[in-house]
């Protein structure tokens, strides 16, 4: 059993910035994969990004790319999320998860455990 809490999200203007972060606690960290989901009102849960157990590859959605990073540090027990150049439509809440899996993967259920999500808004 994983326990995964967001934190770090908010209100913020398009171009602007924020940051992410997700706390884990219980079994051991670098079990996991650990992606960052987003879901908009009305919309399917999707794929943001994700982190393979050690941190030496990643992986984005393409309407990310280029402006968000995905970060874990394995000793602190977090991953974090920046997101640079927001846009309105990045708007939606976002889910930490974790994934059992050895590699990464980008599928909503193949993910093993979730924060309880956190809303970033971003205005025109």
């Known amino acids: 059993q994983v326990q995964l809490v967001e934190s770090g999200g908010g209100l913020v203007q398009a171009g602007g910035s924020l940051r992410l972060s997700c706390a884990a606690s219980?079994?051991?960290?670098?079990?996991?994969?650990m992606g960052w989901f987003r879901q908009a009102p009305g919309k399917e849960r999707e794929f943001v990004a994700a982190i393979s157990r050690t941190g030496g590859t990643t992986y984005y959605a393409d309407s990310v790319k280029g402006r968000f990073a995905i970060s874990r540090d394995n000793a602190k027990i977090t991953v974090s999320l920046q997101m640079n150049s927001l846009k309105p439509e990045d708007t939606a809440v976002y889910y930490c998860a974790a994934d059992t899996n050895l590699f990464i993967r980008t599928t909503p259920a193949q993910y093993d455990y979730w924060g309880q999500g956190i809303q970033v808004t971003v205005s025109s």
């Open positions: 219980g079994r051991t960290f670098t079990n996991y994969v």
